[in-house]
C-alpha cells in the first residue's frame, strides 16, 4: 500500500450539533494524516441519524452508539457497541465517546474524605420514559429514600438539571439504568457517576463485566430481582465501610484500560481502513448498495404495511 499522508473524508447522518471538524474520529485520525472534508471523500464515516450515506461510493464506515447492528452490505467497517469483534467491525461501546476514559485509571480517593462530601442518597435523571424496568425502580426505591430526579421523567426538584456532572457529584448512589437490555450496549449512564465516585446502580448490558470492574457498582444483572438490588442498595448505604469498600475499587477491571477503549487499538483500527481504501483492489459493493439500499426500504415498507393491516383486521 503507498504511504498515505493527505486523507479526504466525510462525516453524514450524525446527530443534531455533530461538528465535522470537532470530534472522536477526526482527532485521532488528525494525529497522523492531514485531513480534508470533501462531498466526494475516500473514507465517508455515517451514523444511524439519517440515510444520506447512500448518496457516497467511497469506503464507508458506520458508527452506531445506538441498539442497531451494522449491515456490511451497506458499510466496509463499523465501530459499535456490538459483539462480536471481527475484522469489519471494531467494539466501540458509547461512553468511550463521552470523556477521558484515561481519568479512571489509577484514580484516587480518599474514601473517608468522600464519605463526608456524598451528602446525598440517590439521583436519577432520565428524560425518555420509554423504559418501565428503570421507571418501576426508580418509584421502589423511592419508597426507601427520596430519590432526586433531575430529569423530566419523576422530576421532582423543580428545575431540569442543565450540568450533569455538577449535579450528580453529592449524591452516594446514581441510577444509571439504559433504556433497554442489550449484550455489549454500554453507554455514557454508568461511566459519567465513575467520574464524580458515586455508586453506578446499573442495569443495560448483562456483559457489563468486561468494560468495568463490578466491585465499584452495583450490577443488577447479578442479582435475580431488583428487591434483592434494593437490599443491597440498603446494606451498603448503612455501611459506611462497605461504602468506602466500593467507591475505593479500581473502575476497571486490574485498574487498567479494556481492549475495547485503548487508543492505540482504535487507531490501528482506523489505519487498517485506510488501508482497505487505498490498497488498489477494484469494489464491488459501491455499485450495487444503492439498489441494495432501495429494496430493503421496499421490504420495510412492505413488513410494515402488513403489521398494518393485521391491527386494523384485528381492531374489527
Known amino acids: 500500500m503507498k504511504v498515505v499522508k493527505e486523507l479526504k473524508i466525510d462525516f453524514t447522518d ?17 494525529e497522523k494524516y492531514t485531513l480534508a472534508i470533501s ?31 451494522p449491515d456490511f452490505i ?19 461501546p458509547l461512553y468511550a465517546l463521552y470523556g477521558d476514559v484515561t481519568t479512571l485509571v489509577k484514580r484516587k480517593v480518599n474514601a473517608p474524605e468522600l464519605l463526608k462530601e456524598k451528602t446525598k442518597f440517590c439521583c436519577f435523571i432520565v428524560s425518555n420514559g420509554n423504559c418501565d424496568a428503570r421507571n418501576n425502580f426508580f418509584v421502589e426505591l423511592s419508597k426507601y429514600k427520596r430519590v432526586d430526579s ?43 457517576p465513575l467520574t464524580q465516585n458515586c455508586i453506578p446502580v446499573y442495569w443495560g448490558n448483562p456483559l ?31 455501611d459506611d465501610e462497605l461504602y ?15 481492549e475495547y477503549v485503548k487508543k492505540e487499538n482504535i487507531v ?10 487505498f490498497n488498489g483492489k477494484w469494489k464491488f459493493l459501491p455499485l450495487v448498495r444503492p439498489y441494495y439500499f432501495k429494496g430493503l426500504m421496499k421490504s420495510r415498507r412492505l413488513v ?9 383486521s384485528a381492531a374489527k
Open 74 to 92: 451497506l458499510c466496509d467497517f463499523a465501530f459499535s457497541y456490538d459483539y462480536p469483534v471481527s475484522k469489519k467491525n471494531y467494539r466501540l
Open 268 to 277: 490501528r483500527r482506523l489505519d487498517e481502513i485506510v488501508a482497505h481504501h
Open 304 to 312: 410494515n404495511g402488513f403489521s398494518t393491516i393485521k391491527k386494523w
Open 14 to 30: 450524525f446527530w443534531p450539533g455533530f461538528v465535522k471538524t470537532d470530534n472522536f474520529f477526526y482527532k485521532l485520525l488528525s
Open 39 to 69: 462531498d466526494q471523500p475516500d473514507i465517508l464515516f455515517y451514523s444511524v441519524y439519517g440515510n444520506a450515506h447512500v448518496n457516497y461510493r467511497c469506503t464507508k464506515v458506520l458508527f452506531t452508539g445506538e441498539a442497531v447492528r
Open 208 to 238: 457489563v463485566y468486561n468494560d468495568f470492574n463490578t466491585d465499584c457498582f452495583v450490577n443488577c444483572h447479578d442479582f435475580k430481582t431488583f428487591d434483592e438490588v434494593i437490599l443491597r442498595i440498603k446494606e451498603i448505604d448503612n
Open 150 to 192: 433531575g430529569g423530566q421523567i419523576f422530576n421532582n426538584i423543580g428545575r431540569l438539571v442543565s450540568n450533569k456532572l455538577e449535579f450528580i457529584k453529592d449524591y452516594k448512589f446514581v441510577i444509571a439504568f439504559e433504556n433497554r437490555v442489550y449484550p455489549g450496549y454500554t453507554s455514557e449512564k454508568i461511566f459519567e
Open 244 to 258: 468506602m469498600k466500593y467507591v475505593s475499587a479500581p473502575a476497571f477491571n486490574d485498574d487498567q484500560l479494556n
